[in-house]
């Protein structure tokens, strides 16, 4: 079964949510040797762009949670700046 979700936020401080994506990647077991950069890399990639450090952070597996009968499997999250896309625009009329 799919389960699809919009979820729009306001970004109240957006160093606080780059800081914990860092920290998150820090902590992170990454074998970088296998990876096209390098952490600091990553990390210079992260401070540069709120909404990928936002879809790092954003724990999607809490969305069934205390539901009865549902169990969490696997999901997407991603984020972007601006207005909503046209699939998720209400419908007007």
Do not use: H, K, N
């Not at 079964?1 to 957006?14: A, F, K, S, W």
């Not at 890399?41 to 936002?54: N, P, Q, W, Y």
């Amino acid at each position: 079964m799919q389960l699809y979700c919009r979820v729009e936020v306001l970004v109240t401080d957006p160093a606080a949510v780059i800081d914990l994506a860092v920290g998150d990647l820090r902590a992170a077991d990454i074998d970088w040797s296998t990876e096209e950069d390098d952490l600091e890399t990553a990390v210079e990639e992260l401070r540069g762009d709120l909404a990928t450090s936002l879809a790092g952070v954003v724990d999607i597996s809490q969305l069934g949670e205390d539901i009865p009968g549902v169990e969490f499997r696997g999901g997407l999250c991603w984020a972007e700046q601006g207005p909503a896309r046209d699939p998720f625009r209400p419908a007007e009329g």
